[in-house]
């Protein structure tokens, strides 16, 4: 998890594509998600589309963080509550403990955002906005149950906004405060650490597979396993 070490460090691999693609994927589709939803309108079936998609994002990631490189895997960055007090504690001095993958509190955020997001892309399949669209399983469950899924959709955004707003906040504070820049590493993959705590491959096959697996998921998902939707629905 830390790594303290005294071999010459060189600009090497450490976070792998799959991981930096899934990112800045999940990224695009977040804000895509808000456009379709706040700003654009008659954009409904893309909003659905790119909700389908977030869903395989999630499920990649979650997969990913078993059998994904080194800093990937959740075993790498999830820490006990004692380091994460510590960690947050010794950011407003001088820090002596450094992290290569995700650090104590960069790692609760990971779980974080899976959840949310998680639970907003599986509301989205039994939700409509009564007008042009609904969720394939719409039609599936009861009343009380829409209620819930409706609301799950509609509000677990705000917290994801609040999640969005402490990960920004996060990256200026480490580029302004501890001169260490977040985003470039995200992007190329690469840092400043010795041969030992580089990773050596992204596991690009692994990750295509992976990716197939899940697509044809999805699909299963959302258009083969759903119930038919009644021919009088929208009447």
Do not use: C
């Not at 997969?63 to 895997?73: L, Q, V």
């Not at 380091?83 to 609760?108: C, E, S, W």
């Not at 829409?146 to 990256?171: G, P, S």
């Amino acid at each position: 998890m830390n790594n303290n070490s005294n071999q010459t460090e060189k600009k090497r691999l450490v976070w792998d594509l799959p991981l930096r693609l899934f990112h800045w994927l999940l990224v695009l589709a977040l804000a895509t998600q808000w456009l379709t939803a706040e700003v654009l309108e008659g954009y409904n079936q893309l909003h659905s589309i790119v909700g389908y998609i977030t869903l395989g994002l999630i499920a990649f990631r979650l997969i990913w963080g078993f059998i994904g490189s080194t800093y990937a895997r959740f075993s790498d960055f999830l820490y006990s509550p004692k380091t994460v007090l510590a960690y947050i504690r010794d950011l407003f001095t001088v820090r002596k403990q450094q992290y290569t993958g995700h650090n104590p509190l960069g790692g609760l955020l990971v779980p974080a955002v899976l959840i949310i997001v998680g639970l907003q892309a599986v509301s989205g399949l039994f939700v409509s906005d009564e007008i042009f669209h609904s969720g394939p399983y719409y039609q599936s469950i009861n009343e009380r149950v829409t209620d819930v899924m409706e609301w799950l959709h509609h509000n677990l955004f705000d917290l994801l906004l609040v999640l969005v707003a402490f990960h920004i906040f996060a990256i200026f504070w480490y580029q302004m405060k501890l001169k260490k820049n977040l985003i470039k590493p995200m992007v190329d993959g690469h840092k400043h650490v010795s041969e030992k705590q580089a990773i050596d491959g992204s596991r690009l096959l692994r990750a295509i597979l992976l990716v197939i697996i899940i697509a044809v998921f999805i699909y299963w998902l959302v258009e083969i396993a759903p119930p038919e939707i009644e021919s009088d629905y929208y009447f």
